[in-house]
């Protein structure tokens, strides 16, 4: 599953194992009525992107690895130095990564699960 910040070039990538949950109290706990205006309503009193429409899962994440980027610099900043490393022939050093390992996000469920 991946995030794109469009504005900053930051963004996240976690890998994982993916399930979908379609039992009623957890597509109704998550559900927004925004999602009709992507499922639309198929007038047969079944497919109608409420709630109950059979087309709504969720989908769950088991992350394994989870990588952040995060700009170092503002848009102009990056474009310089993107342009310097053009001409120098270097690669510009304009993002910072930070990557959670199996172990970090297993820690991280074990304090954060109720």
Known sequence: MSFLDPVSG???SISGTASILSNPETVQKYY???????LGDMGD??????????RIGVI???AKLATHVAAKKGILG???DTV????????PNINSIRELS??????WR???QS
């Open 10 to 12: 930051a963004w996240a």
């Open 32 to 38: 927004s009525p925004q999602l009709k205006a992507w």
């Open 45 to 54: 009193g079944v497919h109608d992107g409420g709630p109950n429409d059979p």
């Open 60 to 62: 769950k994440l088991e």
């Open 78 to 80: 990056r474009a310089t």
């Open 84 to 91: 310097k490393g053009a001409v120098k022939g270097e690669v």
């Open 102 to 107: 199996m172990a970090e996000l297993a820690e």
């Open 110 to 112: 074990r304090t954060h």
